[in-house]
């Protein structure tokens, strides 16, 4: 009917559309229902009062009394304001806040799929959060807010019908703090409730006072809880540490770090040492199951393997067990020992004082030795030169290029005093500098007697005084722990055997002469590979003592006694005793040359955002200043990351770098000219932080409590449907109608002039105007 343009414009009609409908009658200053009654009542008494005494037909009288009366009705009517109206109602809705867990531990596959297969929880979750999502069906009374957190919180944006979660790959998850921050978004705004989408893994679990604030405001939380209802347990190569270079034919050792948590403390493990390259398994080992409980477990598995081609390989170390289905993150089942193969013979250069019996046993060793070119020099007591060896030398080296021929130099029972300073100085730089080992072998007459206050005294990796007194009975070794780290002093048949007890126990395996070297005398960066253990008392006293020094080792032997094991095996245990020493010393040496420019950086093995230290040391000459360096992914994957070293109060130059992405880089000078003087630089391996998977067992309990102590729920993927359908409605209902007035229309100025015109007309025809 309104939408006819007479009635529209009779009742002055423009916001109402012609096509409304619902259109009802409102007021604009609605009246009660017993005063309107009252009024009405009032009006009909003024309009009896004004005609009841008039000389006029009672007919006539009657009608100009309802005019009145009709005439007071509309006034009263057209003062309450009347108003046509089109019902509208404005929705306020309230905050659904569904916070999506994007943590690395999301990544961990133990969600069961179709056909007995498992997905991550990173999967389920994109599931619920794609096309479909559950929460499409939360109504105008809910705006569905999705946010993502891990260490902080960020929005996620709509992606066609779901919603684009991005990478899970956060190392760490605030669970706390997301909450707080997204309350803090939503100030303002009623909060239905809060919607955990996570495995409950956090290292920062809701505290009391949070808690507290969430009853206090009516705010339930809620969860989807996401990853095995129950325990799974974890077995992972935590570290694995090898040389990163060695001869073709060496004993190479590599040492890895297990780790057991949860269940799979109870399960027997194979550890493995596979070439990526072939897939073949060089060694194993196996760890026997510990018994069911709580709490983690860490094993130290030494592996040994002998290469035998040259060239980078790519080894890595694999831990399994039967089941591989059983463990929790098959990501951290495995490590990467990278390795250089170099098949090239060790280059030895042997000088000692006088004929012994430990020279003669070596001289012949190094002889007969394939793998190893030996120079071999005997300064008889006339000062006269024995040359033997395999490639024998005329004379002593006396520049840096005849120095830098050898790989390694072995110094026995020698005077000091036969070598210049000039070549003392050369057997120092080649140790510092190019990483050539030097082996010590103490003997009686003057090693180390005579070597303080010489260029080499820095070598002996033990202070004064040098003046060794002889042990006062026969001692058998004792190998140390770190020793087999190394991979030395492993004299069994079997590499990974226990020191044979037979050099422990027997007669002939004693070494009838040794030097005290007291303990409190070893210099901070020596390190005991095995101990001399004297039989009467159980007294130890350091028998063979290694030492960084520079990019090389020294290793001092204080006995030469070592050729009475042939009385027992032959040739067998000082044969492995002297090789496995000698080639493991070489093995720095087999870098890219002499370091004129030296990069140290610590740790060697850092993790992304932590702080590295790298030292430079210039050669002598070069003024110190600003000295840029670069870092360099060995996979060339990365962009180049470039910093600078300053120098430091009375120390080499220092760089603080904090690396940003994973990976093996290389730190080297930006200079071309500098970085071919700095050799391979220093290398380091930077890893993500795995505190996020350290422990990623899903943690439903963490959960429930929370959901219990805030009036929430826990459901599965499949239980998200009714958690949606069952939301607290918090949202704002608004009444908001769409209104034109009538009380000032055209047809309410008609009906005030027809009723009070009608009425004067009667009054006029009755002669009462």
């Given amino acids: 009917m309104i939408g006819s ?20 009658l409102a007021w604009e200053r609605p009246v009660p229902t017993w005063i309107t009654a009252c009024l009405l009542a009032a009006a009909a008494a003024v309009a009896w ?16 009394a309802l005019l009145r009366w009709s005439g007071i009705a509309l006034i009263l009517a057209l003062l309450a304001g009347p108003v046509l109206e089109v019902p509208r109602e404005s929705i306020d809705p309230d905050a659904v806040i569904v916070l999506a867990d994007r943590s690395r531990s999301m990544e961990v596959e133990d969600m069961p799929a179709d056909a007995g297969a498992m997905r991550s929880r990173d999967a389920a979750l994109r599931e619920i959060a794609g096309p479909g999502t559950p929460f499409a069906a939360a109504g105008d009374e809910h705006r569905v807010v999705w946010q993502g957190f891990a260490d902080g919180l960020v929005p996620l944006a709509p992606d066609g019908a779901g919603v684009r979660l991005g990478s899970a790959d956060g190392d760490r998850t605030s669970l706390a703090r997301a909450i707080e921050e997204s309350l803090a978004r939503n100030a303002g705004r009623p909060v239905s409730c809060i919607v955990l989408m996570t495995d409950g893994r956090t290292t920062d679990p809701p505290s009391r006072t949070l808690v507290r604030r969430l009853q206090a405001e009516g705010i339930a939380v809620s969860a989807v809880a996401l990853g095995a209802s129950a325990a799974m347990g974890d077995a992972a190569v935590v570290s694995s540490e090898a040389p990163r270079r060695a001869f073709a034919r060496d004993l190479v050792p590599v040492e890895a770090t297990i780790e057991r948590r949860g269940p799979a403390r109870g399960r027997a493990l194979r550890v493995e040492l596979v070439d990526r390259a072939t897939g073949t398994v060089l060694d194993r080992a196996e760890l026997p199951a510990l018994g069911d409980g709580d709490g983690t477990a860490r094993d130290q598995v030494q592996l040994v393997a002998t290469p035998l081609a040259a060239g980078d390989l790519r080894w890595e170390v694999r831990v399994g067990t039967e ?25 030895v250069l042997y000088i000692d004082g006088y004929p012994r019996w430990e020279y003669r046993y070596l001289k012949n060793l190094l002889q007969r030795e394939r793998s190893v070119e030996s120079a071999v020099m005997l300064l008889s007591a006339d000062r006269d030169f024995a040359q033997e060896g ?43 500098d190019r990483g050539a080992g030097l082996a010590w072998i103490g003997g009686s007459r003057s090693t180390p007697r005579t070597w303080p206050g010489t260029a080499l005294e820095e070598l002996l990796p033990f202070a004064g005084p040098f003046e060794l007194d002889r042990l006062p009975e026969p001692v058998n ?44 005398a070893l210099k901070p960066a020596a390190e005991v590979l095995a101990q001399g253990v004297q039989r009467s008392g159980g007294e130890q006293s350091p028998l063979v003592v290694s030492m960084r020094y520079g990019a090389g080792t020294v290793l001092y032997v204080a006995t030469d006694e070592v050729w009475r094991w042939r009385n027992g095996r032959g040739e067998t245990y000082p044969e492995r005793f002297w090789v496995q020493l000698l080639r493991s010393l070489a093995r720095p040496s087999l870098g890219t040359g002499r370091e004129e420019v030296r990069i140290a950086a610590e740790p060697g093995r850092a993790t992304m955002g932590d702080t590295v230290r790298v030292e430079v040391e210039l050669p002598a000459g070069m003024p110190p200043s600003i000295f840029a360096l670069e870092a360099i992914p060995e996979d060339g994957s990365r962009a180049t990351a470039e910093f600078e070293a300053a120098p430091s109060q009375g120390g080499p130059l220092v760089a603080q770098w904090q690396p940003a992405h994973e990976g093996r880089w290389r730190i080297r000078p930006r200079d071309p000219a500098l970085a071919s003087r700095a050799g ?52 704002i209902r608004t009444e908001n109608p769409i209104r034109d007035p009538i009380w000032n229309s055209p047809l309410a100025l008609l009906l005030l002039v027809a009723i009070f015109g009608s009425e004067w007309a009667m009054r006029r025809t009755a002669r009462l105007a």
């Fill in 323 to 347: 089941d591989a289905s059983r463990d929790l993150i098959s990501a951290n089942d495995r490590r990467e020992v990278p390795l250089t193969i170099v098949d090239r013979p060790l280059r």
């Fill in 49 to 64: 009062a004004a005609y009841r005494r008039m000389d006029v037909a009672p007919r006539r009288r009657t009608v100009m």
């Fill in 390 to 432: 395999n490639t024998p030398i005329a004379r002593l080296p006396r520049t840096r290029e005849e120095f830098d021929r050898f790989d390694l130099f072995v110094l026995g029972d020698l005077p000091s005093s036969f070598f210049t300073g000039e070549q003392l100085a050369e057997i120092r730089s080649a140790v510092g």
């Fill in 5 to 24: 343009p007479v009635v529209r414009w009779l009742l002055g009609l423009e916001s109402v559309a012609a096509d409304a409908a619902d259109v009802r």
């Fill in 477 to 520: 070794m004792e190998p140390t722990a770190l020793a087999a780290r190394l991979g030395v002093l492993r004299l069994a048949d079997d590499p990974k055997g226990p020191f044979p007890a037979e050099l422990r126990e027997q007669p002939w395996a004693q070494l009838e002469w040794a030097q005290r070297i007291a303990q409190s």
């Fill in 680 to 731: 391979d630089g220093a290398s380091i391996e930077v890893v993500r932080s795995d505190r996020e998977l350290r422990d990623a067992e899903a943690d439903r309990a963490l959960l429930e409590q929370l959901a219990r102590e805030t009036g929430g729920r826990v459901v599965g993927p499949e239980g998200l449907p009714s958690l949606v359908a069952s939301l607290p409605n918090r949202s």
